[in-house]
């Protein structure tokens, strides 16, 4: 199954798969991670908290390190998920990096936000 035939279920497919076939899991994400964009994020986050899992940290920090090095990665919600996942493992310095990363993306306030939604006063 191409998971770019099912875009709205690219969440679903991935977190479901990732308690009990974690192979399984990395083939999905790696499809996903070939897409490119934001669900790219979503994916190397996923990919990380696998990694953590199975105590290979190394492996786990390259994942957010290779988000960074994406200028136009769609930054905003997956950073806030990266933030979550460091902020659990008691991360917190790198943790409050990633949330200053995903409230940076918001757009400028003389810009149309692209969700379509109000803008608040900074």
Do not use: K
Not at 53 to 59: K, M, P, Y
Not at 108 to 116: A, E, H, L, T, V
């Amino acid at each position: 199954m191409s998971i770019s035939i099912f875009p709205n279920v690219r969440g679903s497919l991935y977190s479901g798969a990732r308690t009990d076939e974690v192979d399984r899991a990395v083939a999905l994400l790696g499809d996903v991670l070939a897409l490119g964009g934001q669900d790219a994020g979503f994916a190397r986050f996923s990919l990380a908290e696998i990694c953590f899992t199975q105590s290979a940290d190394a492996d786990a920090w390259a994942h957010p390190r290779a988000l960074e090095e994406i200028e136009s990665s769609g930054r905003g919600p997956a950073e806030l998920v990266g933030a979550e996942l460091l902020e659990g493992r008691g991360e917190y310095g790198e943790a409050l990096r990633w949330f200053d990363r995903a409230i940076s993306a918001e757009a400028p306030d003389d810009s149309p936000r692209s969700d379509g939604g109000a803008q608040y006063p900074r």
